[in-house]
């Protein structure tokens, strides 16, 4: 079984930064796209940034040059730094990864980690 931890959200005032980190467990063979979804409270869930197995990225125009999303394969973790917080990034954070375990292909999500920026 493919389990999901998440960490580093919090409250933290407008302008100010703050570092999510993500990190799978379990028997996995690969892990393909690792990724950051968000979701506000009335919004749908939606994507802010991933990262495939390449290293390939891809952001959301809101957070272009102002997010950065990286991994570290040894360690099954992935990032996101994320600076110049905006009130309007407050949010549930979710981390999502897909790859292959004992079982096949798996497409995992974090319990989700609360940001809040204040203004």
């Known amino acids: 079984q493919v389990r999901l931890v998440e960490s580093g959200g919090g409250l933290v005032q407008a302008g100010g930064s703050l570092r999510l980190s993500c990190t799978t467990s379990?028997?996995?063979?690969?892990?393909?796209?690792m990724g950051w979804y968000r979701q506000a409270p009335g919004k749908q869930r939606e994507l802010v940034a991933d990262?495939?197995?390449?290293?390939?990225?891809n952001y959301a125009d809101s957070v272009k040059g102002r997010f950065t999303i990286s991994r570290v394969d040894a360690k099954n973790t992935v990032y996101l730094q994320m600076n110049s917080l905006r009130p309007e990034d407050t949010a549930v954070y979710y981390c999502?990864?897909?790859?292959?375990?004992?079982?096949?292909?798996?497409?995992?999500w974090g319990q989700g980690t609360q940001v809040t920026v204040s203004s």
């Open positions: 990262i495939t197995s390449g290293g390939s990225t």
């Open positions: 999502n990864v897909k790859g292959l375990g004992t079982r096949g292909g798996f497409d995992s």
């Open positions: 379990g028997i996995i063979f690969s892990i393909r796209t």
